[in-house]
T-cell receptor, first 113, second 116 residues
Framework: GNSVTQMEGPVTLSEEAFLTINCTYTATGYPSLFWYVQYPGEGLQLLLKATKADDKGSNKGFEATYRKETTSFHLEKGSVQVSDSAVYFCALYRGSTLGRLYFGRGTQLTVWP | GAVVSQHPSWVICKSGTSVKIECRSLDFQATTMFWYRQFPKQSLMLMATSNEGSKATYEQGVEKDKFLINHASLTLSTLTVTSAHPEDSSFYIC????????????FGSGTRLTVV
């Protein structure tokens, strides 16, 4: 079946530190992959996406590369800010049900000044 | 991007009463809408998928008589929590897909339900 595994949180970093949040997936065929961000008390916002192998999604300094050989889509940012504190969800879309996303369990990121 | 409006953003109700949550696509036609429930510090659990004009498809373990979903138009879906109990307190999120092909799904801002 389709599933997403994210690294356990919480992750606590100092401002300007390097961030990596690991995400691996299981799916048949070629899913599309996403990172969503959820700020406290809010819904989910799409952060970035990649639709095929070797694609790199990027937005707001965050990057993730679709690695088919390792079935991974790790989220990275070179220098985090306090405002990046949020919960990050990795998700995949397989296409069997239009719009249906499979989510990882989320990783809480806290950035201290 | 497209806008999905979810209302109310928070609601407090008494045990035994019913609560309705609305999810509207403001600038596109949502052929499919999804309802998720999020427990504290956990991921989103898909409750049901609804297609406009047809009955919702519920995920295993979700009580369809308790969580009534209506998708009567291409811009509106509602989730009604009937006979609410404190264990129904949670964060509910809807998402809408316009069927353009590909995973173009947009999320509402969520509803915090507290049952007292």
């Amino acid at each position: 079946g389709n599933s997403v595994t994210q690294m356990e949180g919480p992750v606590t970093l100092s401002e300007e530190a390097f961030l990596t949040i690991n995400c691996t997936y299981t799916a048949t065929g070629y899913p599309s992959l996403f990172w969503y961000v959820q700020y406290p008390g809010e819904g989910l916002q799409l952060l970035l996406k990649a639709t095929k192998a070797d694609d790199k999604g990027s937005n707001k300094g965050f990057e993730a590369t679709y690695r088919k050989e390792t079935t991974s889509f790790h989220l990275e940012k070179g220098s985090v800010q306090v405002s990046d504190s949020a919960v990050y969800f990795c998700a995949l879309y397989r296409g069997s049900t239009l719009g249906r996303l499979y989510f990882g369990r989320g990783t809480q990121l806290t950035v201290w000044p | 991007g497209a806008v999905v409006s979810q209302h109310p953003s928070w609601v407090i109700c008494k045990s035994g009463t019913s609560v309705k949550i609305e999810c509207r696509s403001l600038d596109f036609q949502a052929t499919t809408m999804f309802w998720y429930r999020q427990f504290p510090k956990q991921s989103l659990m898909l409750m049901a998928t609804s297609n406009e004009g047809s009955k919702a498809t519920y995920e295993q373990g979700v009580e369809k008589d308790k969580f009534l979903i209506n998708h009567a138009s291409l811009t509106l879906s509602t989730l009604t929590v009937t006979s609410a109990h404190p264990e129904d307190s949670s964060f509910y999120i809807c998402s809408a897909s316009g069927g353009q092909g590909g995973p173009y799904t947009f999320f509402g801002s969520g509803t915090r339900l507290t049952v007292v």
